[in-house]
């Protein structure tokens, strides 16, 4: 059984910093490394958005708020994908996603999520 879970979410002051983790298990080493995995949020009465995807190569698509903000990485031997969020504002508050879709399926696995809240 798929389980994605996040973790590094909390308070921070406006311009801060934070490093969301979330660590897949369940799947097989092959299968994740050829798999895109993405970061989401979502406040309240809105819809999930799309904060970043990366891919099996690496390369990262980024929603444009994140005007160069944010940097998603992973790791194929630990099976985790990391959010590095500088520079937050409170429009950033959320709570964060992680996303996995085996590359053989249309199937979405999604984490619980890690909230995030900017405020002085």
């Known amino acids: 059984q798929v389980q994605l879970v996040e973790s590094g979410g909390g308070l921070v002051q406006p311009g801060g910093s934070l490093r969301l983790s979330c660590k897949v298990s369940?799947?097989?080493?092959?299968?994740?490394?050829?798999?895109?995995m993405g970061w989401y949020r979502q406040n309240p009465g809105k819809e999930r958005e799309l904060v970043g995807i990366?891919?099996?190569?690496?390369?990262?698509t980024y929603a444009d708020f994140e005007k160069g903000r944010f940097a998603v990485s992973r790791d194929n031997a630990k099976r985790t994908i990391d959010l590095r969020m500088n520079n937050l504002e409170p429009d950033d508050t959320a709570l964060y996603y992680c996303?996995?879709?085996?590359?053989?399926?249309?199937?979405?696995?999604w984490g619980r999520g890690t909230q995030v809240t900017v405020s002085s």
């Open positions: 996303n996995f879709r085996p590359y053989y399926s249309d199937q979405d696995y």
């Open positions: 990366i891919n099996d190569r690496g390369t990262v």
């Open positions: 369940g799947t097989i080493l092959s299968v994740f490394n050829s798999s895109p």
